[in-house]
């Protein structure tokens, strides 16, 4: 049985997705944020980083979002949420995926983490840091919602619907609280706006919104 450690709307919120997509028997272990239950004895036990998610089959703990992702498509990789290797749209996936991974995901840290990137106390430097976070988010925003506009088809590797779509919901569902002065909210951006809604749409991500009790602003 896979097991998921999550915690409602977190980084776990895209392997549920997956979960869902792939109709895959699971169960979800909630971590308990609220008593930082990622940073108790027994997670780290699983995950020293103690961050959420943390993937549980077997024998096997995968931490680290994408990896899980791409470890729970290969499981079912009939379902086509993964291009065949070897090809050039996997090439294309691999691209965007490390984007969505190392350059819009960790870009979007600092907004919510504000005080990891001054001294304790400083809550004037903790606020500079969240409003620069948005302004550098603006322009990854900015290229995805170029990508859209150009390549004028429904998803980041045209008419296939993969793990690409389902992180970037996720990642851009992160920004619904930002500060327009400094970078619309992803849901603001005329090519990303129907993207999203078409993501959202689906059965799985409609599935995964009602267990994890998520309330508008959807995206």
């Known amino acids: 049985m896979l097991q998921l450690h999550y915690s409602p709307t977190d980084a776990s919120m895209a392997p549920h997705i997956v979960l869902e997509e792939l109709s895959l028997p699971y169960e979800l272990l ?3 944020r609220s008593v930082l239950a990622q940073k108790s004895p ?30 729970l498509a290969e499981l079912q990789p009939e379902a086509g949420l993964l291009p065949v290797v070897g090809t050039a749209e996997r090439g294309a996936f691999y691209k965007w995926m490390f984007w969505l991974a190392n350059t819009l995901h960790s870009s979007l ?6 005080e990891r990137w001054v001294a304790a106390g400083n809550a004037a430097g903790a606020t500079e840091v969240k409003w620069q976070a948005q302004i550098r ?9 170029n990508e859209l506009a150009t390549s004028k088809q429904k998803y980041l590797l ?3 619907f993969s793990l ?5 919901l996720m990642l851009c569902r992160w920004t619904r609280d930002f500060d327009s ?16 809604e078409r993501i959202l749409a689906r059965p799985s991500v409609q599935r995964v919104y009602a267990k994890e009790g998520i309330v508008a602003p959807l995206i």
């Not at 840290?109 to 504000?114: D, E, S, V």
């Open 137 to 145: 988010v603006k322009s990854l925003l900015q290229i995805l919602d």
């Open 42 to 71: 027994e997670y780290l036990q699983l995950n020293p980083n103690g961050t959420i998610p943390t993937l549980v089959h077997g024998d096997l703990v995968i931490y680290e979002t994408a990896a899980i992702m791409m470890y």
């Open 109 to 114: 840290i600092p907004f919510f983490y504000g």
């Open 30 to 32: 909630l971590v308990d």
């Open 181 to 196: 002065a400094a970078c619309a909210p992803a849901r603001d951006w005329p090519h990303l706006r129907p993207y999203l």
């Open 158 to 160: 045209g008419e296939r």
């Open 164 to 168: 690409l779509d389902i992180y970037a």
